[in-house]
């Protein structure tokens, strides 16, 4: 009896429910997919941060923060231009000219941005002891600028 019970037992566990049916997979979109919004919120957010440690004079805190926004959207000139005017703050001049030129070639034609990327560079070039160089880059950021 015993022997029938447990042969009843192990065949009511050898059945298994039927698996139910894989849902459909949503269908290909047909147009390119656009970057999340999140993307834009986290840049802006880790901007603001920037700014916020640059004035406090945290500017070791914000040459990061600016770097870790570079590494989600290196191309932004936006950043690039943020981390120049930190580099000039923290008196690396070469680095805070070399930054604001790399902040021009994304900045494509948006001249105030270029224009304001020269005033930065001129600065930079005053503080090395380069006047005749520092004039050069106004000339360039008041043609830019009109």
Same mark, same amino acid.
């Given at each position: 009896?015993?022997?029938?019970?447990?042969?009843?037992?192990?065949?009511?566990?050898?059945?298994?429910?039927?698996?139910?049916?894989?849902?459909?997979?949503?269908?290909?979109?047909?147009?390119?997919?656009?970057?999340?919004?999140?993307?834009?919120?986290?840049?802006?957010?880790?901007?603001?941060? /920037?700014?916020?440690?640059? &004035?406090? #004079?945290?500017?070791?805190? +914000?040459? %990061?923060?600016? =770097?870790? *926004?570079?590494?989600?959207?290196?191309?932004?000139?936006?950043?690039?231009?943020?981390?120049?005017?930190?580099?000039?703050?923290?008196?690396?001049?070469?680095?805070?000219?070399?930054?604001?030129?790399?902040?021009?070639?994304?900045?494509?034609?948006?001249?105030?941005?270029?224009?304001?990327?020269?005033?930065?560079? /001129?600065?930079?070039?005053? &503080?090395? #002891?380069?006047?005749?160089? +520092?004039? %050069?880059?106004? =000339?360039? *950021?008041?043609?830019?600028?009109?």
């Amino acid at each position: 009896m015993k022997r029938l019970l447990l042969i009843l037992l192990l065949a009511g566990c050898a059945q298994a429910p039927a698996p139910a049916p894989a849902p459909e997979p949503p269908p290909v979109a047909e147009t390119p997919i656009k970057p999340a919004p999140q993307e834009n919120v986290a840049i802006a957010g880790l901007l603001q941060s /920037a700014r916020s440690d640059s &004035a406090a #004079g945290r500017l070791t805190n +914000a040459a %990061a923060t600016l =770097e870790r *926004a570079l590494r989600i959207e290196p191309r932004n000139p936006r950043l690039w231009q943020e981390l120049a005017r930190v580099r000039l703050k923290q008196g690396e001049y070469a680095q805070a000219e070399s930054v604001a030129s790399r902040s021009n070639s994304f900045a494509g034609r948006d001249d105030g941005l270029r224009a304001d990327n020269w005033r930065l560079i /001129a600065q930079a070039r005053e &503080a090395r #002891g380069d006047p005749a160089g +520092a004039r %050069a880059a106004e =000339e360039t *950021a008041a043609k830019l600028g009109r």
